[in-house]
């Protein structure tokens, strides 16, 4: 039995932008080539971004507005002389985010393949190829190592489900097993699959712990998606571990639900910046010759705060710049582990390191959100 099935965990629906990248169907690699548009083309887009939009977008009031906000900027001939197929996705994208505040929604120039569902033949190899590129990123994980004063760090850039990158999270998970503290730094990370989230943060708890974390909610539908902790998970756990998670204004989507969890379970503290502001789950959707749209298809809902991030983003608990979230971090965790019993050899490492990190950064080490 492999480590999907006894995790219990199936692929789950996209609730992200994977590698800071939107998620499209049947995407290009690469920035594609930008190309000249006409009058024709223009429509054609437009009028398949309105349709979608009215069909799929979570919030059919909110998606009225945006296609009637559309409507009026054509009827101006705002888009009459923009020529270049990007700047025209670019225009359309900052006049539909204008209306719906929604950062996940979006119009792109470049996405691949034949119109229409591709063939069982042609989705094979896209599975292969995408699995060959997420294991050539090591399915995210950037690096895993231990900080003076054994405080656990991971350098996660992506949640990639975890029915294909659950061996290597499991890995990951037991290196940091040995941590006094822990570090997850996800200032690189645009977002992914739940399943993965759920994986990670099982691990905070003790095992048997059942730990409702988020929701989503579909268009036109009181019925909730629950996500929830796993009951068991391979190896040790990091229940009891302080913890503490890195953000940046480029943190979005999966990595803020991610960073919500930690924080509405008070089961870790935010330090860095307010992350990007994305809680609204979906995926890309052809238009017409190679544009797409990422539209959503769900909101995510806390069960704790009853709301999401969606257009503020997540506070930290200590706000400092990016750069710098790191030590402070570090800085955090040694103050707990300070004032602990250990071998000596320990103790002096834990020591020194927090006086040269209270020289360095002691000063940016206070809460900015209130507990």
């Known amino acids: 039995m492999n480590l999907r099935h006894r995790l219990g965990i199936a692929c789950l ?5 994977l590698f800071a990248q939107p998620l499209v169907a049947q995407p290009t690699q690469g920035s594609p080539p930008d190309a000249t548009i006409g009058a024709a083309l223009r429509t054609q887009v437009l009028d398949s971004l309105e349709r979608k939009l009215s069909d799929l977008y979570v919030f059919p009031d909110v998606a009225a507005k945006v296609v009637a906000a559309l409507k009026d900027h054509v009827a101006n001939k705002d888009y009459d ?12 994208t900052a006049d539909i985010q204008a209306v719906a505040n929604d950062r996940h929604l979006r119009v792109m120039y470049g996405m691949g393949g034949p119109p229409g569902p591709p063939s069982p033949e042609e989705r ?6 995408q699995q060959q590129l997420l294991q050539s990123r090591n399915f995210a994980f950037e690096s895993v190592s231990r900080l003076a004063g054994n405080v656990g ?3 996660l850039r992506g949640f990639v489900d975890a029915g294909e990158a659950g061996e290597t999270a499991v890995a990951a998970m037991t290196f940091l097993a040995n941590s006094d503290a822990v570090i997850f730094d996800l200032r690189r990370n645009g977002g992914g699959s739940p399943s993965m989230i759920d994986l990670l943060i099982s691990y905070l708890y003790p095992r048997g712990a059942r730990v409702h974390l988020n929701d989503f909610r579909q268009r036109r539908s009181d019925e909730r998606d629950q996500y929830w902790t796993l009951s068991w998970v391979p190896g040790k756990t990091l229940a009891g571990k302080d913890v503490s998670v890195l ?3 480029r943190t979005f989507s999966a990595a803020e639900e991610f960073t919500y969890d930690i924080q509405t379970q008070k089961r870790g503290t935010i330090v860095g910046e307010a992350t990007g502001g994305g809680a609204n789950p979906g995926g890309g959707v052809p238009l017409a010759d190679k544009f797409g749209a990422f539209i959503p298809f769900g909101s995510a809902y806390n069960p704790i705060t009853k709301t999401n991030w969606e257009g503020v983003g997540v506070k930290p608990d ?12 570090h800085l955090l965790a040694l103050r707990k ?13 834990v020591k020194s390191t927090l006086d040269q990190l209270e020289k360095e950064v002691g000063s940016k080490a206070l809460p900015s959100v209130p507990k």
């Open 81 to 92: 002389a923009i020529t270049s197929a990007q700047q025209f996705a670019q225009r359309v």
């Open 124 to 129: 094979e190899r896209m599975r292969r190829e």
């Open 247 to 249: 953000t940046s204004q």
């Open 337 to 349: 582990l300070v004032t602990r019993d250990g071998p000596a050899p320990w103790k002096q490492e």
């Open 13 to 17: 629906p996209v609730c992200c932008v």
């Open 153 to 155: 760090y991971l350098d």
């Open 318 to 329: 200590v706000q400092v710049s990016a750069d710098d979230a790191l030590k402070v971090a």
